[in-house]
């Protein structure tokens, strides 16, 4: 796509890309240094220590979950609706075709997903992108921005229900499909009398808040599965293990890290338990063999797309359908009055919930109580309201000269967010993994967010310098490029000035040119 009209440059948009790569980083962390997927009793992110005589994992998990957990995916995926709308209204602008050019692009951005996955990080979120924004475009591209808000808010909110439910006790189909029949009938009694907007958001949120009532003083809640102190005994004996430097299985006792024909011979036992399934990852995470590290990439990735059909596809629906009709009505323009209102509203009620969704949390992994089953769906929902209040205030900031420094730098980011969201779990997976230095399983928490808070800083200065020559980040020249079937124009032109006057307008005009949408 050509370049985008002066006034159409959205700087904040970058600076939310910025920002919200920092809590992805953050939180993906957590996977990168601690096994989570070959026992369904891993403490990657559970409120545990993971090093011997670790102090504060709580507070860590704690801060992480409640601030930063789910709420800067949920960005992102507001964000790649933004985007997926400025891209459409480009395109129907110049009466250019775009079908085409979105598919190539999607198809490009899965590639990315899977070398993403299977190297660095396996819990990707690309080829989620890549595949809901296939679908999303071949049903909504045309649809108005009261069909998007309405159909994104009814389908987050089922998600939220279907939570509710499936923690439950007695799940059931009836109860999963009664909530979202029940906010379907609202949305079309609204359309046809002509209800606010507001009326409508408040009859499906009423909804929910009965579902919450009835799981409450209805059947009995379903314990957790583990017990917080069941979880760190695990999370002891893995360590505990690498310091020894060999664990037993079936009597052998296996020496740390494996190397191949060990770990063929444990793989072949059936009925591994959680703290051997746990070593082994973390021994291939820290060491290899590099066949066994990219299997379990590979592995994970196919997992992810089966829980995506069941889940994750259909909330990255309805996220992309919340921001595309945000921007189609106009809310994120740099003069709009939704700033406001949406940073206090998404932040005054998102925070109270996340923090209960937080000790209900922990809670539940403490005591005996009936509350296991609402702190993930209170914790999903808190998400959706923060992310909207952080778009409210990234907005008010970027009209101010507050920390401008730090403005510049998200910005400079959130331009290469492409590039940035991979480079980071590159520089992540260097530290932990068998290719580089190896330390899986030997920080404590802390030091593991001092690690995020590093990469990023260091990735903030290498964009800004990158920028300053290049027109795009290297791989979004690569997306562009492969997207238009001809290398794209990488490196700055050079300013001609012909008067303050003439000058001003080029350097506008090839500022706004290096914008475009980006998921």
């Known amino acids: 796509m050509g370049p985008v009209a002066a006034a159409g440059r959205l700087v ?18 957590e996977q990168m240094f601690q096994p989570f997927f070959f026992s369904d009793l891993d403490y990657a992110n559970a409120p545990v220590g993971v090093v011997p005589g670790e102090t504060g994992a709580v507070w860590n998990w704690a801060i992480l979950h409640t601030l930063f957990d789910t709420k800067f995916i949920t960005l992102f995926s507001l964000l790649f609706g933004i985007g997926f709308a400025l891209q459409i209204e480009r395109a129907q602008s110049r009466a250019q075709p775009f079908t085409g050019i979105y598919m190539r692009r999607m198809f490009v951005l899965a590639l990315f997903g899977i070398f993403h996955a299977i190297l660095f990080y396996p819990a990707d979120v690309l080829v989620n992108y890549a595949v809901t924004g296939t679908v999303f475009f071949l049903l909504a591209r045309n649809w108005t921005p009261a069909m998007l808000f309405q159909v994104g808010v009814i389908l987050f909110l089922t998600t939220v229900s279907a939570l509710l439910i499936l923690n439950g006790p007695e799940p059931s189909i009836v109860a999963l499909l009664a909530a979202p029949s029940i906010m379907i009938v609202v949305a079309i009694l609204g359309s046809r009398l002509k209800w606010p ?6 009859a499906f949120l009423t909804v929910i808040g009965a579902t919450f009532a009835m799981q409450v003083n209805g059947r009995p809640d379903a314990p957790p599965e583990h017990s917080l102190s069941e979880i760190q005994e695990t999370a002891n004996a893995v360590s505990s293990a690498f310091a020894k430097g060999s664990f037993e299985v079936e009597g052998v006792e296996y020496p740390l890290p494996l190397d191949a024909a060990a770990l063929d011979k444990i793989m072949s036992v059936e009925g591994l338990n959680a703290t051997q399934s746990n070593i082994v990852e973390q021994s291939i995470m820290r060491a290899g063999p590099p066949s066994a590290y990219f299997e379990r990439g590979l592995s994970a990735l196919a997992a992810f797309q089966v829980f995506g059909v069941l889940y994750l596809y259909w909330r990255s629906f309805a996220l992309f359908a919340i921001g595309a009709a945000f921007m189609k009505w106009g809310l994120l323009k740099n003069d709009s009055n939704f700033a406001k209102p949406a940073m206090i509203l998404g932040l005054g009620i998102g925070l109270p919930l996340a923090l209960l969704a937080t000790w209900m949390q922990f809670s539940s992994l403490t005591a005996d109580n009936s509350i296991y089953s609402l702190g993930e769906p209170v914790h999903s929902l808190s998400s959706l309201l923060i992310a909207v209040g952080i778009v409210g205030l990234v907005s008010l900031w970027s ?20 590039t940035n969201y991979i480079a980071q779990s590159a520089a992540l997976a260097y530290v932990s993994a068998w290719y580089g230095l190896g330390l899986a399983g030997s920080l404590t928490r802390w030091e ?10 260091a990735l903030a200065l290498v964009s800004r310098a990158w920028l300053l020559i ?21 490196r700055r032109q050079p300013v001609v000035a012909s008067g303050s006057t003439g000058h001003s307008s080029e350097r506008q005009t090839r500022q706004t040119g290096r914008f475009r949408a980006r998921s």
């Not at 910025?18 to 993906?28: K, W």
């Not at 101010?400 to 980011?413: D, E, P, Q, R």
């Not at 593991?448 to 800083?457: A, D, E, M, P």
């Open 448 to 457: 593991q967010s001092f690690v995020c808070v590093g990469i990023f800083t």
């Open 197 to 202: 907007m507001w009326v409508r958001c408040l």
């Open 399 to 418: 009209r101010t000269k507050v920390m401008a420094w730090l403005a510049g730098g998200l910005s400079h980011l959130g331009r290469m967010a492409l």
């Open 12 to 29: 904040h948009l970058d600076m939310l890309r910025g920002l919200a790569l920092f809590g992805i980083l953050l939180i993906n962390a």
């Open 470 to 490: 290049f027109e795009y980040g290297p791989l979004e020249w690569v997306w562009r490029s492969l997207t238009y079937g001809r290398f794209a124009q990488l």
